[in-house]
C-alpha cells in the first residue's frame, strides 16, 4: 500500500496505552487541524480505532505511532552504530583484512530517517556488511576485531589490539 504523510488523513497508527491499562490497537487518521495553537505547539488530529471491547476511556494517556512512510530495502542500524564527527557520519563494519582476519573499516554513511532506535543508511552500507555496534568510539580503522556474542544472538564487534 502507499505510505502516507504523517499530515494526511488516512495515516496508520498504532495507540498503545502508557500505562497498560488496555492492549495496544491500530487505528486511521481521520481529520488533521490546519491551524496550530500557538500555546501548545500542537495542531488537533482524529483518530478512529476500534474500541468495542470499551478498554479506552476518556482522559486515557496513549503513544501514539503514526506511519510516516514504508520503505522497502533498506539498510536500518541501531543509533548506537553511528559516530558522527567533523567527517560528518560513518560506521565501522568488520572486514575481511589482508591476514584473513578481520578489521575495522570506516565508512562513511548517509543517514535517513529514524523509527525507534533504528536509523534508515540511504548509501554506505550493503546488506549484509557486519556492522560494529558496541565499542566503536575507541576503535580506529585498520583494528582487528573479533565478533562478541550479544544477549539477542546477534554478533557485535570488539576491538582488539594485535
Do not use: Y
Request: with cysteine.
Amino acid at each position: 500500500s502507499p505510505s502516507c504523510s504523517p499530515r494526511a488523513a488516512g495515516a496508520s497508527v498504532q495507540v498503545t496505552p502508557s500505562a497498560g491499562e488496555a492492549g495496544a490497537r491500530g487505528g486511521r487518521v481521520t481529520f488533521v487541524g490546519v491551524a496550530v495553537d500557538p500555546q501548545t505547539r500542537t495542531f488537533p488530529i482524529e483518530i478512529q480505532l476500534d474500541n468495542g471491547d470499551g478498554a479506552l476511556k476518556p482522559s486515557m494517556v496513549v503513544r501514539l505511532g503514526i506511519t510516516r512512510a514504508i520503505l522497502q530495502g533498506t539498510v536500518v542500524v541501531p543509533q548506537e552504530a553511528i559516530v558522527r564527527d567533523e567527517r560528518g557520519a560513518s560506521v565501522f563494519v568488520a572486514a575481511r583484512g589482508s591476514s584473513g582476519g578481520q578489521v575495522a573499516e570506516r565508512r562513511a554513511v548517509e543517514v535517513g530517517p529514524t523509527s525507534g532506535d533504528g536509523v534508515v543508511l540511504l548509501s554506505g552500507l550493503r546488506a549484509g556488511d557486519a556492522v560494529i555496534v558496541s565499542g566503536q568510539s575507541g576503535i580506529a580503522e585498520g583494528d582487528v576485531v573479533r565478533a562478541a556474542p550479544r544477549r539477542d544472538a546477534a554478533p557485535r564487534a570488539a576491538a582488539r589490539r594485535p
